[in-house]
DNA sequence: CCTCCAAGCTAAATCGTTTTAGCTGATGGA
DNA sequence: TCCATCAGCTAAAACGATTTAGCTTGGAGG
C-alpha cells in the first residue's frame, strides 16, 4: 500500500528506521498507513523466525484449587506485564500426568516452566536441571537439586504455629499430614517435632499420615484415636484440604473447637472465618511466591545460568480455635 | 539421517504414507528413525504453514474466583482432549480490560473465545457477532445477541429457591443482587419477583443492589434495614460472593441462621457446608456448563455458524439455613 | 570527467513445516 | 519396439515475518 518493500515496513515497524536509514517520510507514512489498516503483525511468523514464542508454562496439582488458582492470577498478570502468555495445567499429583504435560508443553514452545512437582518426581526434576532448560519449582522443592525454586519457609511455618499453641498452653498437640516424600511437607512436620522436643515434649509428638488422594477416611480415623485414645489438646492441620476435612469430620464427631480441642488450619479461606470458632492458620504470602515465580523464571529465560531460591515468611493468623480462653 | 526428503518425511509422519504411495520399507525406516531422534515437529512452523493455531482464549473475571477456576480446570481438559490450548484472562469486570484482553487474544492467533462479559459490553459483544468470530458467552448472555452462549436457567434458579422458601413458610423474603445491567442477574430478580407475585407476595418484594466491585459496606447497610426494619424472614442472595460477605456481615449483626432469619446461597463451597447453620444454596452445573462452552466452541470453529445456546438446569441443595424446623 | 561514498532502498534467504507439481524408472500392452 | 501408465520419490513454493547483502542514485572530491 505504501509502495515500499516488506523488509522497510519491518524495519519501521520494530523502531529501527534510524539504524538501518530509512528516510523520515517514508517511515512516517509506512506508521501511518500500518495505523489505518490497523495492521497486526503475525506473532507466529515472528515466532517462527525468531525461535522465540514468549510462551511460559505453569504445571500445578489442580488449578480448580484456590491456592493455586490464586497463584495462577497473579503469574499470569505478571508475566503479562512482562510481555509472555501463561499455559496452564493441572496434575491432579500423578507423576505420569506431570511428565506428559512437561513433553507437551515443551513442544508447545514454552521458553520455561514454573512446576508445582508431585512425589516421586525427583527424576523427572533432574532431568529438567540436567537439561538446564529454564525451570522454577512452586511451592515444593528438592533439597538436593540446585533449581531455583519459590516456596514457603515450611519450617518456619509450623514452629511457628507450634510455639503458639504451647504459648497457649497445650502440650498434647498431634499433626494431620500427608502420606508422602515430598520435602514440603517433611519441613513442616520437622518445624512441629524440633519445636516439641525443644520444649521437652517429645512424648507428646503425634504425627498422622493420611493418603493425599482420598485423605477423609483416613483424617476421620486418626482423629478419633487422637482424640480418644491419645486425648490431645490441639491439632494441626498441614494443609487447607487436610484442615477443611478435618473440620468436617471434628464437627460429625460433635468435637468443640477450642473447648474440647485446639485447631490449626493451613492457608486461609471463607470457611475457616466463617466458622462458629473462627479457625487459626499459618497464611502463606501467595503474592510473592507467585511473583518470586514468574520473575525468576523469566530472568532464566534472558540470562542462562541464572538461579534464585526464594523461602517466603509464613505468617501466623490468630483466631479463637487456638486460644484456650478466647 | 534417513536420506529421503523432508516431504516424504513429512508425509509420512502425518499418516498419509498410504495416500502418497510411500514404499513400506522407507516409512518404516522413517518413522523408526524419528522415534530413535525423538523427533518432535515444530509446532510454530505447523501453525505457521496451517494458519491453525489449536489456541482457544478464555476469558473470565477472575481466575482465582473459585467458579471460574472450577470452569477453567473443565475447559483445560476438555480442550486438551480436543488438541486445542487455553490462554486464560482476567478482566476484574472491567470493560477495557475486557476489550485490551479480546484484542490481545485475538493478536495472539486464537481461534476461538470464550467470554463472560462484564457490565456493559454489549457493544464489544455486537461486534464480536458481527465479526462471525468464534465466541462463546459463558455465565452471562444477551438476549438481543443471538451468539452461543452456556449458562444457567438463571429463571428457574430463584424460582426453585424461592418456591422452596414459600414452601417452608417464609414470606418476607429479600433479595441481594449487584446494581447491574446484566442478564444473568436482572433473570434471577424476576424468577424471584414472578414467584412471589404469583404467590400473592408482592408486598413483600425486597430487591436490594449493591456495588459489584466493593458489595460489603452495602450488603452490611440493606441488612441492617431488611432485617430491622422490614423484619423480613428470609434472605437470598443472587452470588456466592454476595452471600458469603453476607454471611460475615450477619455473624457481625449477631443474627441467628435460620431462627431470626433464613438464608440462601448460590454457587456451594466449603463455607457453607462448614457454617453453623449450614446454608442452602442453588448449585450450578459447573461441570455442564464448562464443557458445554468448550465444546460449542470448538463446533464453531470447525463449522462456521454453529450455533447453540445452552440453559443449564440449576438444582437446590437444602441444608438447615432454609429450614423453620430443622 | 571519473571515482568513490553514503543514503535510501530492495531482493533474497531464512525459520520448519506441508502440499503441489513434476520427475524417474519400471512395467505392461499393442 | 514404443508409448502409456504407475509407483515412488523430490523440488519448490508457500505461510509472514526479519535480516543480510547488495543495488541504485546523487553528490562530493580529485
Chains 1, 2 share one sequence.
Do not use: W
Not at 520494530?14 to 538501518?20: D, V
Amino acid at each position: 500500500m505504501v509502495g515500499v518493500s516488506p523488509a522497510l515496513v519491518s524495519m519501521v515497524l520494530n523502531g529501527k528506521a534510524a539504524q538501518y536509514r530509512i528516510g523520515e517520510e517514508v517511515a512516517r507514512r509506512v506508521v501511518k498507513t500500518a495505523n489505518e489498516m490497523h495492521y497486526a503483525p503475525n506473532l507466529v511468523a515472528k515466532n517462527l523466525r525468531s525461535g522465540k514464542t514468549q510462551l511460559v508454562g505453569l504445571i500445578v496439582t489442580d488449578i480448580s484449587n484456590p491456592f493455586y488458582s490464586a497463584i495462577a492470577r497473579i503469574v499470569e498478570d505478571r508475566a503479562s506485564e512482562l510481555n509472555y502468555t501463561v499455559l496452564i495445567s493441572s496434575t491432579d499429583e500423578n507423576l505420569k500426568n506431570t511428565e506428559r504435560l512437561v513433553d507437551v508443553l515443551l513442544n508447545k514452545g514454552v521458553e520455561g516452566l514454573i512446576l508445582v512437582p508431585c512425589d516421586g518426581s525427583m527424576k523427572l526434576i533432574q532431568r529438567l536441571y540436567d537439561s538446564h532448560f529454564p525451570t522454577v519449582l512452586l511451592d515444593r522443592y528438592f533439597p538436593d537439586i540446585d533449581l531455583s525454586s519459590s516456596c514457603l519457609d515450611n519450617y518456619k511455618a509450623t514452629e511457628l504455629a507450634t510455639e503458639h499453641l504451647l504459648g497457649q498452653g497445650y502440650k498434647n498437640i498431634a499433626l494431620i499430614a500427608y502420606n508422602t516424600e515430598m520435602h514440603h511437607i517433611l519441613d513442616r512436620i520437622s518445624g512441629y517435632e524440633d519445636t516439641m522436643k525443644n520444649a521437652g515434649l517429645s512424648a507428646y509428638v503425634h504425627v498422622r499420615k493420611v493418603n493425599i488422594l482420598n485423605p477423609k477416611p483416613d483424617i476421620r480415623e486418626a482423629l478419633e484415636e487422637l482424640i480418644h485414645s491419645e486425648h490431645v489438646d490441639a491439632i494441626m492441620f498441614l494443609t487447607n484440604m487436610l484442615a477443611t476435612n478435618g473440620l468436617y469430620c471434628l464437627n460429625e464427631m460433635n468435637v468443640k473447637i477450642p473447648d474440647d480441642v485446639a485447631v490449626v488450619g493451613f492457608n486461609g479461606n471463607d470457611a475457616f472465618h466463617l466458622f462458629y470458632s473462627p479457625i487459626t492458620y499459618i497464611r502463606q504470602p501467595i503474592e510473592q511466591i507467585a511473583k518470586g515465580s514468574i520473575d525468576i523464571l523469566i530472568k532464566s529465560i534472558k540470562k542462562s545460568n541464572y538461579k534464585s531460591k526464594l523461602f517466603l515468611e509464613p505468617e501466623l493468623v490468630i483466631q479463637q480455635s487456638s486460644q484456650r480462653h478466647p
